[in-house]
């Protein structure tokens, strides 16, 4: 009874983790379209959630010293790269557009696997690649000769490659029961390491301030743009990301990642009721594709000889969001990544 009471929550949890990533980008594109540029609204997450999640750096404080290496590709590509990418992607975009591209995160990892590390991969993981293929052709229309932005599916593809590349990194190393790294530390000091190379890149000094005191349209109707950045902030980013360690450790990496599925589904109903942004009936079905593809792809992911650099256990790829964000951001991960249980870091939307 208690086990069954115990998993209850634990979904729960999930989908609350899926519903706050999934927002993210529904309620930073209004910021954007006031005139903020994308990566100062990534520079205003990143760096409000790291100021956030600063008691727990210090309390983990002892991981700069034994993963440097897992703190810097967390912060450079699950938190820098991905939220970035899907920042700038929304911008030209639908948001379920460019999410939906992240998720080939997955697939990538496969394709990495099977060409230039030369190890096979399962005839299902096979499957769910062409299936992720598939359904991102039907969600850019490529019969109507790709009639998205261009520029903007790259970006939404580059989030998808940040994500990939964390995974690889993470594939090397080894660790055991007293090296493992704590998710939430590690989350703590990829946001700093993510907030450092952001304040380089996006020049927050040059930002209008003063658009953040304004009104945003959203939907049709005003909403004071301090409340957006507010849940981009605390919900979308640090609630997000403590409720996905948390689900994990209720569930499994597995059964949670299925739940984080709903994420994408959750941004493009937002995204269709508040921006107005409506899918059509073949790219509703490829999203479908793209998400069964990239739980499959994630599910049949061969294992790396050595453990991954955050623990023990095996680094999955695709918890959709890192997503992430990654941590799946844009994003997304992360976002994007979600954290995984015991030390273990799976992926997904790096706090897209």
Same mark, same amino acid.
Request: glycine share 14%.
């Given at each position: 009874?208690?086990?069954?009471?115990?998993?209850?929550?634990?979904?729960?949890?999930?989908?609350?983790?899926?519903?706050?990533?999934?927002?993210?980008?529904?309620?930073?594109?209004?910021?954007?379209?006031?005139?903020?540029?994308?990566?100062?609204?990534?520079?205003?997450?990143?760096?409000?959630?790291?100021?956030?999640?600063?008691?727990?750096?210090?309390?983990?404080?002892?991981?700069?010293?034994?993963?440097?290496?897992?703190?810097?590709?967390?912060?450079?590509?699950?938190?820098?790269?991905?939220?970035?990418?899907?920042?700038?992607?929304?911008?030209?975009?639908?948001?379920?557009?460019?999410?939906?591209?992240?998720?080939?995160?997955?697939?990538?990892?496969?394709?990495?696997?099977?060409?230039?590390?030369?190890?096979?991969?399962?005839?299902?993981?096979?499957?769910?690649?062409?299936?992720?293929?598939?359904?991102?052709?039907?969600?850019?229309?490529?019969?109507?000769?790709?009639?998205?932005?261009?520029?903007?599916?790259?970006?939404?593809?580059?989030?998808?490659?940040?994500?990939?590349?964390?995974?690889?990194?993470?594939?090397?190393?080894?660790?055991?029961?007293?090296?493992?790294?704590?998710?939430?530390?590690?989350?703590?000091?990829?946001?700093?390491?993510?907030?450092?190379?952001?304040?380089?890149?996006?020049?927050?000094?040059?930002?209008?301030?003063?658009?953040?005191?304004?009104?945003?349209?959203?939907?049709?109707?005003?909403?004071?743009?301090?409340?957006?950045?507010?849940?981009?902030?605390?919900?979308?980013?640090?609630?997000?990301?403590?409720?996905?360690?948390?689900?994990?450790?209720?569930?499994?990496?597995?059964?949670?990642?299925?739940?984080?599925?709903?994420?994408?589904?959750?941004?493009?109903?937002?995204?269709?009721?508040?921006?107005?942004?409506?899918?059509?009936?073949?790219?509703?079905?490829?999203?479908?594709?793209?998400?069964?593809?990239?739980?499959?792809?994630?599910?049949?992911?061969?294992?790396?000889?050595?453990?991954?650099? *955050? =623990?023990?256990?095996? %680094?999955? &790829? !695709? +918890? $959709? @969001? *890192? =997503?992430?964000?990654? %941590?799946? &951001? !844009? +994003? $997304? @991960?992360?976002?994007?990544?979600?954290?995984? &249980?015991?030390?273990?870091?799976?992926?997904?939307?790096?706090?897209?």
């Amino acid at each position: 009874m208690q086990a069954t009471s115990g998993r209850k929550s634990g979904l729960g949890i999930a989908l609350a983790s899926a519903l706050a990533f999934g927002g993210s980008g529904v309620a930073a594109k209004p910021l954007i379209e006031a005139g903020l540029d994308p990566l100062h609204v990534v520079w205003l997450r990143v760096t409000g959630a790291a100021l956030v999640m600063l008691p727990l750096a210090w309390r983990h404080r002892d991981l700069v010293r034994r993963k440097p290496v897992l703190l810097l590709g967390f912060g450079l590509l699950a938190v820098a790269g991905v939220q970035a990418f899907y920042f700038a992607s929304i911008s030209r975009i639908p948001v379920g557009v460019a999410l939906l591209v992240e998720y080939l995160g997955p697939a990538l990892v496969l394709g990495w696997i099977r060409f230039v590390q030369r190890r096979p991969v399962t005839r299902a993981a096979a499957v769910g690649v062409v299936l992720a293929v598939t359904g991102l052709a039907c969600v850019v229309e490529v019969w109507a000769g790709l009639s998205f932005d261009v520029l903007g599916l790259l970006l939404a593809l580059g989030a998808a490659c940040c994500q990939a590349c964390y995974f690889i990194l993470a594939d090397h190393g080894s660790g055991d029961e007293e090296t493992r790294a704590d998710p939430l530390g590690v989350i703590a000091y990829g946001l700093l390491v993510g907030a450092a190379v952001l304040t380089v890149v996006a020049r927050p000094w040059t930002m209008d301030a003063g658009l953040l005191g304004d009104t945003v349209t959203m939907g049709g109707g005003e909403v004071q743009a301090w409340l957006l950045l507010g849940w981009v902030v605390l919900i979308a980013t640090v609630f997000a990301y403590v409720t996905g360690v948390v689900s994990v450790r209720k569930l499994s990496p597995q059964v949670a990642g299925v739940v984080a599925c709903l994420e994408a589904v959750v941004a493009t109903v937002l995204a269709w009721v508040l921006l107005r942004e409506h899918l059509s009936l073949p790219q509703i079905v490829g999203g479908a594709l793209v998400l069964t593809g990239a739980f499959i792809a994630q599910s049949q992911a061969p294992k790396a000889p050595s453990g991954p650099v *955050a =623990s023990g256990g095996d %680094v999955r &790829a !695709g +918890d $959709p @969001a *890192a =997503s992430r964000d990654g %941590v799946h &951001a !844009g +994003d $997304p @991960a992360p976002a994007g990544l979600r954290p995984g &249980a015991e030390g273990e870091l799976s992926a997904g939307r790096p706090g897209a």
